[in-house]
């Protein structure tokens, strides 16, 4: 069973993924905004375009007329997809779940507004009057995202008056696609943030992942960790949440549901239609299937007879510090003499500031001390340099 994919987007998550489809037999084509992307390096073809441009999208759709259309980044005129799976085409997980994920407003009053979900207050704007409006309605300190945008870009946390300005500027200038509005949410107050890698099966049950653990700066990932420490009505009441909005939104993959822990119990955050960042500690061997290798086979769907916990696990980072054409890596020797230790460079044609140039995996037996495991993954991501 050969089937055509067109993968959307081709960072680093494109890239395994792509790893995982090809090990089934699959044609993969990538498609991205710039040349040399991660994934177009392991891919049977790939294209590049503007995904926010609907015509350059309809051509590359009618050029390879795929069996499946896998998004893996925001920036796409997702309402295409309604077309795309009228003509029969399969969208993962659906056309409505890209269409309703990719904008914060549409999965924010989905989950809050229709399915009850516990969320934190929230607001939007689509001015800086109106901004000001909704900041004194939430109060101080809140967080300020704009609707769309990945790997944190635009999202900080607003403590003063002052910081306003400053706060919405950054939000609408980091804006991806033509929306140019923000979210402000009220700060929850958690002791604990989580991903629910969450699986839903076209001839099968949702099933769910043991919680991976998390922690970001300037809202994106640093670190995480599976298994997290989660009471079991936390993790119990984050699966019924979880299965809620999948269900409401419809399709089969993966899906990377994003929770706050609290002393009041679980907030609802946000949610992924796909492989999720944090999710790349499973590349450490914690489950017996990785985060891509369930999404392949829920997509092509294949069966999925369970998701084991095997091992504890650290991913940390691996972050350039500078705008660059060229570089290099230094320290990769030194890093691979820890034990239970392995590194993914993403193979990025250029770096900035911050950008995720790689990530280092560490692995021991399921009863280790995490704090120690989460030490050493952080030690050894020092060791590598992006020169």
């Not at 994934?39 to 375009?49: K, P």
């Not at 002393?263 to 992924?272: A, I, M, Q, R, T």
Request: hydrophobic content about 40%.
């Amino acid at each position: 069973m050969n089937k055509k994919i067109l993968l959307l987007g081709s960072g680093e998550l494109g890239k395994e993924l792509t790893i995982s489809l090809k090990r089934l037999g699959q044609t993969v084509i990538a498609v991205d905004n710039y040349p040399g992307a991660p994934a177009m390096q392991v891919a049977d073809g790939f294209e590049v375009i503007d995904m926010l441009d609907g015509y350059a999208l309809d051509a590359v759709v009618k050029k390879h007329q795929p069996h499946l259309i896998v998004p893996e980044v925001e920036a796409i005129r997702t309402e295409r997809f309604y077309v795309y799976e009228q003509q029969g085409i399969q969208v993962v997980p659906s056309a409505k779940a890209a269409n309703f994920t990719m904008n914060r407003k549409l999965i924010r009053d989905l989950a809050s507004k229709e399915l009850g979900l516990r969320t934190a207050d929230y607001a939007y704007a689509t001015e800086y009057d109106q901004f000001c409006e909704a900041v004194s309605k939430i109060g101080f300190p809140c967080v300020v995202k704009p609707l769309m945008s990945s790997s944190g870009k635009g999202q900080s946390v607003l403590r003063s008056e002052e910081d306003k300005k400053f706060v919405w500027d950054y939000a609408i200038n980091n804006s991806r696609g033509d929306i140019q509005e923000v979210i402000i949410e009220s700060f929850v107050s958690f002791h604990t943030e989580i991903t629910l890698l969450t699986v839903t099966q076209n001839n099968g049950k949702t099933l769910f992942c043991p919680a991976i653990g998390h922690r970001q700066e300037r809202g994106d990932y640093q670190e995480s960790w599976q298994p997290c420490a989660i009471s079991n009505a936390h993790y119990e009441e984050a699966c019924e949440m979880a299965e809620k909005v999948t269900a409401a939104l419809t399709g089969s993959g993966i899906w990377g549901v994003e929770f706050f822990l609290t002393d009041e119990g679980v907030y609802f955050s946000e949610l992924s239609p796909r492989p999720h960042d944090t999710g790349m500690v499973t590349l450490a061997g914690t489950q017996n299937l990785s985060e891509f290798e369930l999404h392949a086979r829920a997509i092509l769907g294949f069966p999925i007879p369970e998701i084991k916990l095997e091992k504890s696990g650290v991913s940390a980072v691996i972050l350039a510090d500078k705008n660059a054409d060229l570089y290099s890596f230094s320290g990769i020797e030194e890093a691979l003499t820890t034990s239970n230790t392995d590194i993914r460079l993403f193979g990025k044609p250029s770096t900035r500031k911050y950008r995720r140039m790689g990530v280092v995996l560490v692995n021991d037996v399921l009863e280790a001390d995490m704090d120690l495991l989460r030490k050493k993954a952080i030690e050894v991501a020092g060791k590598v340099r992006v020169v």
